[in-house]
């Protein structure tokens, strides 16, 4: 039996309310586990919804177009400002290695229900603040 590999990536799925439009939206925040030190990098994202499916595609890293030095993991961030209800959340990387969630977005919560044995991206609905 081999070792179990920690995950990539994280991905927190949480409400926001931007402070300036107080329009509320579901975030997806991509994360890598790897820190780094000089940037911080941006993860390209692609996605796409269909009905109640929410499709991720990680593309892969991208330094930002200010290089100001700093540390911390690579981020990706979607917003989407209508989802309510059960999602089946799809996300793959560049290699083709697919990962499937199940969530449940409420007026003021979401939970987890479903998550890949061996992921390669832990899931979570913890908040994370916003750079």
Known sequence: MGKVKEPDY????????DKETNVRSVVFLV????????????????????????HIKVQGLHAPELLMPGS????????FPHLHGRYKVIVSKQDRTVNAFEIDI???DV?????????????????????
């Open 10 to 17: 994280t991905l927190n799925v949480f409400h926001h309310k």
């Open 111 to 131: 939970k987890l229900l479903k998550s890949p044995e061996h992921p390669f991206i832990a899931a979570s609905t913890e908040a994370v603040e916003l750079r």
């Open 106 to 108: 409420s007026k003021d």
């Open 31 to 54: 994360q890598t586990t790897k820190v780094f030190v000089s940037f911080q990098y941006d993860i390209l994202l692609q996605a796409k919804q269909e009905g109640d499916a929410v």
């Open 72 to 79: 911390g993991p690579a981020r990706g961030r979607l917003e």
